[in-house]
């Protein structure tokens, strides 16, 4: 073999290789775009948590963050000599004001449970309803400062119409509404 031809092979097999390799490459993958993700509807479980989480930010006055596990939200509220445990039950939330009234509640049945200690057993209480923004004018039970930030207060809105759609019992093979 010549030089020539030597260097005209080794150039082709260069060449091929150059070639075969920029073939090999996988094409980019394509990002999704940012509002797919958003747009995507939570899961109760994370529905659940991220109002857990805005409900232990805003804890109003003497309340003290106990803990939250699937969907049991609990803290403390010292009431003079006494403390009671309360736990709301984001489980049980089904219901809440009506789209047109300034009064943002939440309801159900027995959505909060105050637990005083035996020796203060008489100061035991529930509730169906508990106050989350607006002007509360039916005075429920109102544990949380949201009513000053009218956006997380949207925010929260959408959420617990979310949950309440988790809560709310599905309808049977044979019903038809």
Same mark, same amino acid.
């Given at each position: 073999?010549?030089?020539?031809?030597?260097?005209?092979?080794?150039?082709?097999?260069?060449?091929?290789?150059?070639?075969?390799?920029?073939?090999?490459?996988?094409?980019?993958?394509s990002?999704?775009?940012?509002?797919?993700?958003?747009?995507?509807?939570?899961?109760?479980?994370?529905?659940?948590?991220?109002?857990?989480?805005?409900?232990?930010?805003?804890?109003? =006055?003497?309340?003290?963050?106990?803990?939250?596990?699937?969907?049991?939200f609990?803290?403390?509220?010292?009431?003079?000599? #006494?403390? !009671?445990?309360?736990?709301? #039950?984001?489980?049980?939330?089904?219901?809440?004001?009506?789209?047109?009234?300034?009064?943002?509640?939440?309801?159900?049945?027995?959505?909060?449970?105050?637990? !005083? =200690?035996? $020796? #203060?057993?008489?100061?035991?209480?529930?509730s169906?309803?508990?106050s989350?923004?607006?002007?509360n004018?039916?005075? #429920?039970?109102?544990?949380?400062e949201?009513?000053?930030?009218?956006?997380?207060? $949207?925010?929260?809105?959408?959420?617990?119409?979310?949950?309440?759609?988790?809560?709310?019992?599905?309808?049977?093979?044979?019903?038809?509404?």
């Amino acid at each position: 073999m010549t030089k020539q031809l030597k260097f005209a092979v080794v150039l082709l097999v260069t060449i091929a290789s150059v070639n075969l390799n920029a073939q090999k490459k996988s094409p980019a993958k394509s990002a999704k775009p940012a509002t797919e993700k958003a747009s995507a509807k939570p899961t109760k479980q994370e529905t659940m948590d991220w109002i857990a989480e805005k409900m232990k930010e805003k804890l109003a =006055g003497n309340r003290v963050f106990i803990s939250y596990s699937n969907g049991e939200f609990v803290y403390r509220k010292q009431v003079g000599v #006494y403390s !009671c445990n309360t736990t709301i #039950y984001l489980n049980r939330i089904t219901g809440s004001s009506p789209e047109y009234s300034d009064d943002f509640f939440i309801k159900g049945s027995v959505i909060s449970f105050s637990d !005083c =200690g035996k $020796e #203060y057993e008489f100061r035991n209480s529930s509730s169906n309803n508990i106050s989350i923004g607006g002007p509360n004018y039916n005075d #429920y039970a109102d544990p949380f400062e949201f009513k000053n930030d009218n956006s997380l207060v $949207e925010r929260l809105k959408k959420a617990f119409a979310t949950l309440i759609e988790y809560n709310s019992s599905q309808k049977g093979a044979n019903e038809k509404f």
